[in-house]
């Protein structure tokens, strides 16, 4: 695999931003990663303003205010790592536009339902590399479209390293039976063998708030888990199980998320993850667009000393349920506060982080407070 030494990007009439892989920036002048509020998670980056899963949209968030950057790792024919959402290339690309590639339309069977499109395991990197990204809904910024590549896993990587601060990645395994369906490596291993050998190439080792991972911080994630059961004596690294609307069924097993949210199935999987990632609606459901009563599902994960980390926030209206009358941060303020999440997925990293920052006491003043409380109890 070939190790590139730089992303150069350009912003509309912007200067260009260029990023050195790796990091030039020494770890020890870096502000450590916090861990004293709910996790601020770049859903793709910050795809609210760029194109998801670009090197802006991750540079942004990162400049915004992320914890973790998070992406979508799927392969490419050549077995190259790769980020990108869905298995196909129609949504976030201008691959309708090249007639040289007209001919590799054509329709696949993804978990359990036929679809048709360009997809990312029928192109090589080189031929992927000339696509360029657009914004997913046209209700949010056009400008960007047509301007940002596809990017690799290790480009993904190397962007979190290079920021001055301390900063996570949140990787997900993508549809591997699918991948492993249609990529197959000369040496016999699979989608996650690679993901786990890139992020050990990284120095991403370390089991959840262990000196390694707090230098080099990362949560794999999957909706397959068997892939985190597989990986599990490959790495320390915390694992998340994503979970989807409860009638679904997972690719892996053809159970529904319903039968795999039971007492005995997280009894099970608890062994092996460190937290799940539900889709909110899962959590709280709504009817007619007004949240109706919790399930027990946080309750559950966190009595099984397990964290739940929820998704996906997104500013605009069609997406805030009446309850929360227009206002993100009033979304915000119920799952963190009153539901007790761990952290949050969202397209818009900066309004969470303006959220944050004034609605949650800084770790220096946390420990002044307990200072003070010692100093008083030792006074008396």
């Keep these: 695999m070939v190790m590139l030494t730089s992303i150069a ?20 002048e870096k502000q450590p990663l916090q ?6 998670v770049a859903h793709r980056g910050s795809n609210g303003e760029f194109p998801e899963e670009t090197a802006p949209a991750y540079m942004r968030a990162i400049d915004e205010g992320a914890d973790f950057i998070e992406t979508d790792i799927q392969a490419t024919k050549d077995g190259i790592l790769v980020c990108n959402h869905d298995v196909t290339l129609d949504g976030t690309t201008d691959v309708a536009d090249h007639k040289e590639f007209a001919d590799r339309r054509t329709t696949y069977e993804v978990q359990w339902v036929n679809t048709t499109g360009w997809f990312v395991v029928d192109f090589t990197l080189a031929e992927l590399k ?13 400008q960007y479209n047509g301007k940002f590549p596809p990017i690799t896993f290790e480009e993904f990587i190397s962007i979190a390293l290079d920021a001055k601060r301390t900063v996570g990645i949140y990787p997900e395994i993508k549809n591997p039976v699918f991948v492993n369906k249609h990529v197959k490596w000369s040496d016999g291993k699979k989608l996650e063998d690679r993901f786990v050998e890139t992020l050990q190439k990284f120095g991403y080792t370390g089991s959840y708030l262990s000196e390694d991972w707090l230098k080099r911080p990362a949560f794999i994630q999957s909706f397959a888990p068997s892939s985190l059961v597989y990986i599990a ?28 949210t039971s007492d005995s199935y997280f009894n099970y999987i608890k062994d092996y993850v460190m937290g799940i990632g539900p889709w909110k609606d899962t959590v709280v459901p709504p009817v007619d667009n007004y949240l109706q009563r919790a399930t027990d599902l946080i309750a559950k994960a966190h009595a099984l000393g397990l964290q739940v980390h929820p998704y996906t926030f997104r500013n605009e209206n069609s997406f805030l349920h009446f309850d929360f009358h227009q ?33 949650s006491p800084s770790e220096k003043q946390m420990l002044q407070k307990i200072a003070s409380m010692v100093s008083s109890y030792k006074r008396g």
Excluded: C
Aim: charged residues 25%; aromatic residues 16%.
């Design 130 to 142: 000339t696509l360029q990204a657009k914004q997913r809904y046209d209700f949010r910024d056009q």
């Design 233 to 260: 004596n490959q790495t320390k690294l915390p694992k998340v199980f994503l979970i989807d609307d409860v009638t679904i069924r997972t690719e892996d097993t053809n159970q529904t998320y319903d039968e795999i």
């Design 327 to 359: 206002d993100p941060y009033v979304e915000y303020d119920y799952w963190i506060n009153k539901m007790g999440v761990d952290g949050l997925f969202t397209d818009f990293t900066g309004s969470l982080h303006r959220y944050q920052e004034w609605t």
């Design 35 to 40: 861990t004293f509020r709910a996790y601020n």
């Design 9 to 28: 990007v350009s912003v509309s009439a912007g200067r260009p931003l260029t990023y050195p892989l790796p990091s030039s920036v020494p770890q020890r």
